[in-house]
């Protein structure tokens, strides 16, 4: 097997640092997409939104004026 020669093994006091910064490197990566996730997650909510009528009962309503018109 190959041996792994991560760049911040290369010394005691680098190591330390190099571990700390890439793990708040990864975690604020994490919570930007979470962020992101969840506007991007709100935007299409919105646009659904938009494209539904207001009254969720007017297609309901129509079809029974239809209905009644047959009848």
Request: hydrophobic share 50%.
């Amino acid at each position: 097997m190959s041996e792994k020669n991560d760049w911040w093994m290369r010394d005691e006091k680098m190591s330390l640092r190099g571990w700390v910064t890439t793990h708040m490197l990864r975690g604020a990566g994490a919570a930007a997409m979470l962020f992101f996730g969840i506007i991007l997650f709100i935007v299409i909510l919105r646009m659904i939104a938009g494209i539904l009528p207001e009254n969720p009962y007017a297609s309901l309503e129509l079809g029974q004026e239809v209905l009644r018109t047959f009848t």
